[in-house]
């Protein structure tokens, strides 16, 4: 059974169409890349599937379960969600922040343990933001601020999780860190990865399935050697694309 099933999906943005009568089963260890231009939808769709906004028709299935039939609370354990910006409306200090994790697996008025803590305290550790628990997030940089979103996802540690733009504000050293760090975890704990890309060669080399974009509603999926082909990223960047060979594969340029 598919982690996340989807079937006959539209999705649309006023009058433009972002799919149409969309097919895609994502499975448990799978590692998504969704490709396109700006303003093709790739941050519509994602919030789409992760139940954030409904689809204009078709049907969304998590882990056998029709999405909009399940409660929140369940969503929210087997779901984590990266925003492309983040938006702190109240002071909160950092551990505060990556706490939040926990709060699915929480009852009400019940504050969290020794266990959530030690979550919580291996997760900054995880994106090197040890002895920052005390900070406010408000003085963090955008990059620290980026890192603390993931380290708030390893703490909720869901079994699908949904990243938007995942390396915004980080430098190269940071990208590679990070990205290698959720890699990790989906090879090791079978955690499934939908990642809204803009590099394309990051996308390559850290993912092995792709969902392309390419506006009115058209899309492609497959594997690399499927849909990377010249014709079709051309298509989808409407950009001439070149491509050499790197010491891990492929590695493409625009012309």
């Known amino acids: 059974m598919a982690l996340l099933e989807i079937s006959g999906l539209d999705v649309h943005i006023g009058s433009a169409d972002v799919c149409q009568r969309l097919e895609l089963q994502v499975n ?7 490709l396109g231009r700006n303003g093709a939808g790739k941050t519509t769709l994602l919030h789409t599937l992760a139940g954030l906004r409904r689809p204009d028709s078709g049907t969304l299935r998590l882990d056998g379960a029709a999405l909009d039939a399940l409660p929140r609370r369940r969503i929210a354990q087997q779901v984590g969600v990266l925003l492309q910006d983040h ?11 990556v706490l939040i994790g926990r709060h699915p697996y929480l009852g009400a008025l019940q504050w969290e343990g020794p266990d959530d803590y030690a979550r919580a305290r291996a997760a900054l550790h995880a994106v090197g933001l040890d002895g920052l628990e005390d900070r ?9 601020r980026r890192r603390l979103g993931i380290a708030t996802l390893l703490t909720q540690d869901p079994a699908l999780w949904l990243l938007d ?7 190269v050293h940071q990208q590679i860190r990070i990205l290698d760090l959720l890699q990790a975890r989906s090879q090791a704990q079978h955690k499934t990865l939908l990642l809204v890309m803009h590099d394309l060669n990051l996308a390559l080399r850290y993912c092995d399935r792709f969902l392309l974009l390419f506006g009115e509603g058209k899309t492609a999926q497959g594997s690399a050697e499927e849909v990377l082909t010249r014709a079709t ?5 409407g950009h001439p694309m070149h491509t050499l060979d790197g ?4 590695v493409w340029l625009p012309g």
């Open 136 to 144: 406010n997030v408000a003085t963090l940089s955008g990059g620290e």
């Open 28 to 34: 448990a260890g799978e590692r998504w890349a969704i």
């Open 233 to 237: 990223l051309e298509r989808l960047y």
């Open 87 to 97: 938006l702190d409306a109240f002071p909160a200090s950092v551990m505060e922040t």
């Open 247 to 250: 010491p891990r594969g492929p």
């Open 165 to 171: 733009e995942p390396t915004n504000h980080l430098d």
